[in-house]
Nanobody
Framework: QVQLVESGGGLVQAGGSLKLSCAAS??????LGWFRQDPGKERDFVAA????????YYADSVKGRFTISRDSGKNTVYLQMNSLKPEDTAVYYC??????????????????????WGQGTQVTVSS
């Protein structure tokens, strides 16, 4: 049974930092990603990483502020979020895929390329 368990969300002031974790279990994954969603809006791509760590992708809105990484020994992916802004407020979801095809960057950035999702963790950035 595949499980993705997120942790690390919370309330932080603008300019602060948070680190999200996602413990993945149940099968071998090829890529993991983080997405975020505001109520009534679509789930947007934030960052993604190949399981080997060889490839990473970031949304333009978070480049230079967020860093995705993984610890293969712990089967865990992290999202270090620095210089947080109120517009980063959202529910953050961990996503994973076991598919091994690659058709370009959308393989990592499209939410339709991920079969497994965590329950989400709330991140709130106050101004």
């Amino acid at each position: 049974q595949v499980q993705l368990v997120e942790s690390g969300g919370g309330l932080v002031q603008a300019g602060g930092s948070l680190k999200l974790s996602c413990a993945a279990s149940g099968r071998t994954f090829s890529r993991l990603g983080w997405f975020r969603q505001d109520p009534g809006k679509e789930r947007d791509f934030v960052a993604a990483i190949h399981w080997t760590g060889a490839l990473t992708y970031y949304a333009d809105s978070v480049k230079g502020r967020f860093t995705i990484s993984r610890d293969s020994g712990k089967n865990t992916v992290y999202l270090q979020m620095n210089s947080l802004k109120p517009e980063d407020t959202a529910v953050y979801y961990c996503a994973a895929s076991g598919k091994t095809h690659y058709t370009g960057s959308s393989t990592f950035t499209s939410r339709y390329e991920y079969e497994y999702w965590g329950q989400g963790t709330q991140v709130t950035v106050s101004s």
